[in-house]
């Protein structure tokens, strides 16, 4: 004998099924990156940038720090570095300092 449904049950059996929305639900987002340029002058060196590169950008080889200062010279700035905003403040800060001409920091 076939089973016979009331219609509110076959109605519930073929709706679309609706998920609750998720409250409270972490989504995560990163930081956004910062970029340290350097912007060319008329009173900083090639040696002055370039050891300054080296002495205050983690990582920086002699070669990169010559060719991110010809870039410098060449086309008037250079991204230097590119990383988390706290970061990016310390070398930015450092370089100001020791006298190089800074561009803003901006996100990347």
Request: aromatic share 8%; net charge negative; charged share 20%.
């Amino acid at each position: 004998m076939p089973e016979v449904l009331s219609a509110e049950v076959q109605a519930m059996a073929t709706a679309p099924t609706v998920a609750p929305e998720r409250s409270g639900q972490v989504t995560r987002q990163l930081y956004p990156n910062y970029k340290v340029i350097v912007l060319d002058d008329d009173f900083n060196t090639f040696q002055h940038v370039a050891e300054c590169l080296m002495k205050y950008i983690p990582g920086m080889t002699g070669d990169l720090a010559w060719q991110l200062t010809i870039q410098v010279d060449s086309e008037g700035q250079a991204i230097v570095w590119v990383g988390p905003q706290e970061q990016a403040e310390l070398y930015h800060q450092q370089l100001r300092r020791a006298g190089l001409t800074m561009a803003p920091l901006e996100a990347a």
